[in-house]
């Protein structure tokens, strides 16, 4: 496939004047330049859920840290959730932030690298850390007797060290690719991110082995996870429906539903994006499924988990409890 070298996202020179003075061999985050009232409006919105990104996600990590109760192998892959979630907007939400607020909406190519590998590592981290959260859950409830021998210690630490090397790995893999594509010169990013599709819709030269390449990534990343997940669900609601007892169900149902609520979110929006068809469209709508995945999924995850979870909110009351004892004493 071939992109014009005379292609212009915005149809504005002033805009490509700024990323030839200001950062040559960079590029231009478009974003919503075009709606500078919208931007204003984004800027505040992803700055306060930033923060409590921020602070969602670190009381979780805590909470799991310092409450025995909650050292069980669902809060360790719920805490490794958080600390992706947080190395995942911290990452793209500063220069959006930046890029938001102010005219000046260029990244160097240094810092599209590093963001594009962070990006790509912790997405696909992620999309694996949600799989094995969910086999936990599978086992928990159709192996309630074996949970102890199967998901021991041991285990927990292979299956989250197996997530964060094939993220990894797929960001080593996929990286190099993209930024090695012959960019049109106006370098005009039409998106908030240096994402693979938005990428790959910059190059003016041929990029279908880059998109083999992501359909091939979208597959075993999203496609075949998804997949696991769906089908250890579906044995968990065979299971259930055997269960006699109304208030056992409920006890699954709360377990599950939070996890379910995490992977539906993440994964719609993700999908969303890389499986988008090409139209302008859906172009411009991808821009706020990128927003949603980048500064939603990580906010909601620690209130999903926080406002479902009873063990959590324990923790949470006896954390506070011990604070105000000590400011006492």
């Not at 912790?122 to 021998?149: K, N, S």
């Not at 012959?182 to 790959?200: G, K, N, T, W, Y």
């Not at 998804?226 to 579906?234: A, M, N, P, Q, W």
């Not at 172009?283 to 009873?310: C, D, H, M, W």
Request: charged content about 15%; aromatic content about 10%.
């Amino acid at each position: 496939m071939r992109w014009s070298d005379n292609s212009d996202p915005s149809g504005s020179g002033q805009e490509r004047a700024m990323v030839n003075q200001s950062s040559p061999g960079g590029f231009l985050l478009l974003g919503f330049s075009a709606h500078p009232r919208l931007e204003r409006i984004l800027f505040v919105v992803v700055l306060i859920s930033y923060l409590l990104t921020l602070m969602g996600n670190t009381l979780i990590i805590l909470l799991s840290v310092l409450n025995p109760r909650l050292h069980s192998p669902m809060y360790f892959f719920l805490s490794n959730l958080s600390f992706l979630d947080l190395c995942f907007t911290t990452s793209c939400v500063p220069q959006m932030l930046v890029n938001l607020w102010g005219p000046k909406k260029t990244i160097s190519f240094l810092g599209c690298s590093v963001q594009l590998f962070i990006f790509l590592f912790l997405g696909t981290t992620e999309c694996i850390l949600l799989t094995v959260m969910a086999f936990d859950r599978y086992v928990a409830v159709c192996q309630p007797l074996h949970y102890a021998t199967i998901i021991h210690p041991r285990l927990c630490w292979r299956l989250a060290a197996v997530a964060w090397v094939i993220g990894l790995v797929e960001s080593v893999v996929q990286t190099p690719p993209t930024l090695q594509l012959p960019f049109c010169s106006h370098r005009q990013v039409d998106d908030f991110l240096c994402e693979v599709p938005a990428l790959i819709r910059l190059s003016c030269g041929d990029t279908t082995y880059n998109e083999i390449q992501m359909a091939i990534a979208s597959v075993f990343i999203l496609v075949v996870p998804l997949s696991l997940i769906l089908v250890s669900y579906g044995a968990i609601a065979r299971a259930v429906i055997r269960i006699n007892s109304e208030k056992g169900q409920r006890k699954v149902f709360g377990t599950c539903s939070s996890h379910l609520t995490v992977v539906t979110l993440f994964y719609s929006s993700v999908i969303a994006v890389y499986l988008q068809p090409k139209n302008p469209y859906a172009q411009e709508r991808g821009k706020f499924f990128s927003l949603f995945y980048a500064v939603g999924t990580p906010l909601l995850n620690p209130l999903i988990y926080t406002l479902r979870n009873k063990e959590v909110k324990r923790a949470f009351r006896r954390l506070l409890g011990k604070a105000r004892d000590s400011r006492k004493s």
